[in-house]
């Protein structure tokens, strides 16, 4: 489109923005939601106006406007919007959260059951009465765990339970900066989790109506365990109808290690092997009957039955965000197909990008939705790169398949390896490998078998189809047991700083969407997050919330000051430390001295002490007078004069805390620094108050 007047000049500049400025939109609708959620105190209703008058300007500055600035009027639209549709989808998920520790009889109506890490089954509730809590203060959805075995009960969807159990609001980060799984518990409408060790008794069975997917679900998986044993059934099941119930810690673990999470995740791999089955079964189907094929475009006629067998799979499934995204994609795949255009673009990915942020604002957050997104990417501009070149001219047609899977995995790992190492602390270094040998049997005989299974089903003939199928899950489940094992097959990472994938992110999509002289500026913040990822420093020292254990850093690692309790703390430390050790292990190192309950160490040159257990208290008055810092996993009724003490009273203010080296000695992070809808009531303190100047070094003294 040529520019006039004034402008003319400025156009070369914007031309390669201007050629693929669609793309863009949905990466700045992506800033505006990460903006929203990187503030630390809950927006106004200013802030919010502001942001409509941005989207009102910025579409009349589009309309009206001179044409060099319609690229800058509709970027600043969609960032707006991006901030908006945040703010919105919080205000309408917004539903209580229990403000207090619960013991008592819980009712409510199951509506998902799965795997906790302990393996325990877990049962999420809606329709939930407390005693003596009033309906306004009542969670919408509690989730609890089933410590023992229940067997007179089988949960279903949509069955009425009542069981006594231990409840208390999801817990916010381990760590300051560390993931909150009170944010995401939040947009779940989560309102609450515990625990039961009495029987869940059965009140009443499902409606006839009720929650009609969600018992569809429980009763093919059921039906697939009823037919497929062990761990191969369990895998098949879940990796068909999302239902994960079934699946150990121990084969997660082995899938996880081996890189192979995702073909359990209900991924759009999945989706799309189980479309492109049944789009090319109905198409080439349809065409060995001529009298069907003369009359009808068999292409066009699978495409609407496929979309249909999409829908209905992501219902199914469970609808997470790497299967929305597939759905989007796919849809518009088939519609470009009914349309006779070219689908598979950049301009899909976008538009799957755009709706999924606009509907659901919080998945810009979430691993699915970040390694979803990114090999999508990588592999629409890598294949389009190697198409011409390689595709056409070098490789000779019966090598096509194998070299399209390597080149396929090879770069999806690629470009997912920077989030899964963020998200979960590991790279895979045999992953590779192990989706060589796997996801081929995932798209020649799971998918497919599951969906010949349930064509042959009503007619009585499904058994050899989920025979094949527990024949590839076994396969699979080898390969990644086998993987899992090798010596170094997971490498550690440490946690990246808050910039650091930002950065890569935003570095990545300049140099694959901007066309023209500066497209190699975007290799700049990719250096710079990879720099920062590098040198990223962890805390000297972390508290938990609770006071009962402290990890303290030293030359072997970080050294926890017990080897038992604390165990999610624990874990989530040392895999943001981007160190494989357990608990015990970490335990065992030294840095911590003194008997169990009264721990000694030196913090930046000063003494410390964390005191746990039975007469921790009374332990308080020594240790002060001793000049040391004092961590107490209790309360005390009134404090020593001059004492430097931590005890539960200051961390119920404070959350987790972590210690830094500074000029002066330490410098002291809190959790609870964010005041956001889904934080915790806000509790006004100072640490000065609680942790006093400390004293001259001559007074400090040496005894333990």
Avoid at 194 to 207: F, Q, S
Avoid at 284 to 297: F, Q
Avoid at 649 to 656: E, I, K, Q, V
């Amino acid at each position: 489109m040529a520019l006039t007047g004034s402008t003319a000049g400025a156009g070369p500049l914007f031309q390669p923005a201007r050629t693929g400025m669609f793309p863009w939109i949905a990466v700045l609708i992506g800033c505006g939601v990460g903006l929203w959620f990187s503030v630390t105190t809950e927006p106004g209703i200013g802030l919010y106006a502001i942001a409509v008058g941005i989207v009102v300007l910025a579409l009349l500055l589009r309309l009206r406007g001179p044409e060099v600035l319609h690229p800058l009027a509709i970027g600043l639209a969609a960032l707006a919007a991006g901030w908006l549709a945040a703010g919105i989808r919080a205000h309408v998920v917004a539903a209580p959260t229990l403000e207090f520790r619960y013991y008592g009889p819980v009712e409510g109506r199951i509506v998902w059951i799965d795997r906790s890490q302990s393996d325990a089954v877990r049962l999420t509730l809606d329709q939930v009465v407390l005693r003596e809590v009033s309906p306004e203060r009542t969670p919408k959805r509690v989730r609890v765990s089933l410590q023992g075995i229940q067997p007179w009960l089988q949960p279903t969807p949509g069955q009425d339970v009542v069981l006594t159990a231990s409840l208390a609001a999801p817990e916010g980060p381990v760590e300051p900066g560390g993931f909150d799984f009170r944010r995401m518990a939040f947009f779940n409408q989560l309102g609450a989790v515990g625990y039961t060790r009495t029987p869940v008794l059965l009140l009443e069975e499902p409606d006839g109506g009720a929650l009609p997917i969600d018992r569809l679900r429980r009763y093919l998986t059921q039906a697939m365990l009823g037919r497929m044993e062990g761990q191969a059934g369990a895998f098949a099941a879940g990796a068909m109808t999302g239902d994960r119930s079934a699946i150990t810690e121990e084969t997660v673990k082995a899938l996880r290690d081996s890189s192979l999470a995702h073909l359990l995740a209900i991924s759009g791999m999945n989706m799309a092997f189980l479309t492109a089955f049944v789009f090319g079964m109905l198409r080439y189907g349809l065409a060995l009957v001529p009298w069907v094929s003369l009359r009808l475009n068999t292409k066009k006629a699978a495409a609407v039955v496929s979309f249909g067998v999409a829908a209905f799979y992501l219902m199914l499934s469970g609808a997470n965000v790497a299967t929305e995204r597939a759905f989007i994609m796919i849809a518009v795949f088939l519609g470009a197909v009914l349309l006779d255009r070219r689908s598979l673009t950049l301009r899909s990915v976008a538009v799957a990008g755009m709706l999924l942020l606009l509907a659901k604002p919080e998945s810009l957050l979430e691993p699915g939705f970040q390694m979803s997104f990114s090999a999508t990417v990588a592999l629409i501009v890598g294949f389009g790169a190697v198409e011409s070149n390689v595709y056409r001219q070098k490789v000779p047609r019966w090598a096509m398949p194998v070299f399209t899977l390597f080149l396929s995995s090879l770069i999806g790992g690629l470009a997912t390896a920077p989030y899964a190492a963020a998200n979960f602390n590991r790279f895979t270094d045999y992953g590779l490998l192990a989706n060589l040998l796997t996801v081929p049997v995932m798209g020649a005989l799971i998918m497919p078998g599951g969906a010949m299974a349930a064509l042959l089903a009503p007619f009585g003939l499904a058994s050899l189809p989920l025979w094949v199928m527990e024949q590839g899950a076994r396969w699979i489940l080898f390969v990644a047991h086998w993987v899992a094992g090798l010596e170094g097959s997971v490498t550690a990472i440490p946690s990246p700083g808050p910039w650091v994938l930002p950065l890569l992110t935003l570095g990545a999509i300049w140099l694959i969407l901007w066309r023209g002289r500066v497209q190699l500026a975007g290799v700049v913040p990719m250096i710079v997050a990879l720099g920062l990822w590098v040198t990223v420093e962890r805390p000297m020292l972390l508290v938990s919330g609770d006071g009962k254990l402290l990890g303290l850093a030293g030359p072997q690692g970080r050294v926890l000051s017990a080897a038992t309790g604390g165990g999610f703390s624990a874990e989530s430390w040392l895999e943001n430390d981007g160190d494989l050790a357990g608990q015990e292990l970490a335990a065992s190192r030294k840095g911590f001295a003194g008997p169990k309950g009264e721990r000694w160490f030196d913090l930046a040159g000063e003494r410390a002490v964390s005191l746990t257990g039975k007469g921790a208290r009374e332990r308080v008055g020594p240790a002060c007078a001793s000049g040391a810092l004092v961590i107490l996993a209790d309360r005390v009724e009134s404090r020593p004069d001059g004492c430097r003490l931590i005890d539960q009273a200051t961390l119920s203010a404070t959350g987790p805390l972590a210690f830094w080296p500074d000029a002066n000695g330490t410098r002291i992070e809190v959790t609870r620094s964010v005041r956001r809808m889904w934080s915790p009531p806000a509790r006004d303190y100072d640490l000065a108050d609680f942790l006093p100047k400390r004293p001259e070094p001559a007074m400090a003294s040496s005894d333990q």
